[in-house]
């Protein structure tokens, strides 16, 4: 660049500039990186001239040089006290302050230089400019300046190249603050994720697995190679056909997938879990990414299978008591009605005992028992006898709600109440007091 113009093969030199500086930018360097780049260009590009960048400090209120690897070791080290962002700062911290370029002739006898003058004049920076760099929300992110060592002001070409320049600094700045965000807003997602109570992962559109969080490898007792590598090997083998199976539907129908399997702990145990993913569509309605989860349901498969236990234990007992009754009153009936264990209770507690008198009198505790428990039935309301009837089917308090048109609190109220009533102490003594008086269909 001549002192009026810049020339075409400079112009091309330029664009080359900008072009090593954006790939450094793309290739995410350090900003110290960039700039020393940036610097150097464009120094190449005049004769005699010096560059620096500074940035401000994390409160905004100084400068520091970033990149000024021809600037003296001296004026670095000297000017700090100068560079604060204020009025008569120099040519950079005044440039900062004002939020519009500086230029500065001559140091030796401008007043912004008063106070520092000296250590430009001993180490040779006769003119300074300077130019602030501004967020597109007019915030100071820093300054880019030149120095001569002769006194001068810039030309129009030399204020063509600082602007560029300083857009490349404004450019690099912005995203490396927008990538320093989104690493930590990452962090953030990525700590959320590792505490929460399920094991979450994600699956790219051609299913290869991106991510499992610190709960599931724990959990597994692998790393992510080695989950990669065997992507199925904490499947329980009876599981896995079905698994691949409706997961590659909902991958073709790109749709919501829900299903249930058994997973290898780290210690070799298997425990049951509840899978649940779903696709994330860009704007164009194209799935960028599956998000799934992996909930532990192992309790709730061991309280259901107890409860299956459970009614087939209580159905037998409820044929076997049926069939002791029977063999104490010498009824042919396949189940006795209330009244009936009522009459041949009372006629056991008055020494008239039926046939069968040994049998009844190993009944008669069981048929106090059915008097009183009969008298609490007849107490109870409809609503009531329902929810016994619900609930000893299996069902939940939800469940229960939503086939009574009730809401699952009045639900929760009324088998507390129940409880109290009959005075039972959990589930299973409610359960067989329903299949004992003939309230539960569970045969």
């Not at 670095?76 to 519009?100: D, Q, V």
Request: with cysteine; net charge negative; charged share 25%.
């Amino acid at each position: 660049m001549t002192q009026n113009s810049i020339e075409p093969q400079a112009w091309s030199e330029l664009l080359e500039c900008q072009r090593r500086v954006l790939e450094r930018v793309a290739n995410r360097a350090s900003l110290a990186e960039i700039f020393e780049t940036l610097v150097q260009l464009i120094e190449d590009q005049t004769r005699d001239m010096r560059c620096a960048v500074l940035l401000t400090d994390s409160d905004g209120q100084r400068l520091h040089f970033v990149a000024a690897p021809n600037i003296p070791e001296d004026y670095k080290r000297n000017i700090g006290p100068f560079l604060r962002i204020a009025p008569n700062m120099g040519s950079c911290g005044t440039a900062a302050f004002r939020r519009e370029p500086v230029y500065t002739r001559d140091t030796r006898n401008d007043p912004l230089w008063k106070d520092a003058d000296h250590i430009a004049v001993r180490n040779g920076l006769r003119a300074i400019w300077s130019t602030p760099i501004l967020s597109d929300d007019n915030a100071v992110l820093g300054t880019f300046a030149m120095y001569y060592s002769k006194p001068r002001l810039p030309s129009p070409q030399h204020i063509q190249l600082i602007d560029m320049a300083v857009q490349l600094a404004r450019v690099a700045i912005e995203a490396k603050r927008s990538e320093d965000a989104l690493r930590k807003s990452e962090d953030r997602l990525r700590l959320v994720i590792d505490t929460i109570p399920a094991m979450a992962w994600s699956v790219l559109p051609d299913g290869t697995v991106d991510f499992l969080n610190q709960r599931w490898l724990n959990y597994a007792g692998v790393s992510m190679e080695e989950y990669i590598e065997a992507p199925t090997s904490a499947i329980h083998p009876d599981d896995t056909p079905r698994i691949l199976e409706k997961w590659r539907a909902a991958m073709t129908a790109g749709e919501p997938y829900e299903d249930e399997m058994r997973l290898r702990r780290a210690d070799g145990q298997y425990r049951w879990f509840l899978i649940r993913t779903v696709p994330l569509r860009d704007e164009q309605g194209n799935i960028v990414k599956w998000y799934g989860t992996s909930t532990d349901i192992e309790e709730l498969k061991q309280a259901e299978d107890t409860l299956r236990r459970n009614q087939a234990f209580f159905a037998a007992e409820a044929q076997r008591i049926g069939g002791l009754l029977k063999t104490a009153t010498g009824h042919g009936h396949e189940r006795l009605t209330g009244d009936e264990v009522v009459a041949t209770t009372q006629r056991g507690a008055a020494g008239k005992s039926p046939p069968g008198e040994g049998a009844a009198e190993r009944t008669i505790p069981q048929n106090q028992r059915l008097i009183a428990e009969r008298q609490a039935i007849e107490s109870l309301t409809s609503n009531e006898r329902s929810i016994i009837r619900l609930i000893t089917e299996g069902n939940s308090n939800a469940e229960v709600a939503e086939l009574m048109h009730l809401s699952p609190r009045t639900v929760e109220t009324y088998r507390s109440r129940l409880m109290e009533k009959l005075q039972l102490e959990d589930l299973v003594a409610l359960v067989k007091f329903a299949i004992r008086n003939g309230m539960s269909s569970v045969d």
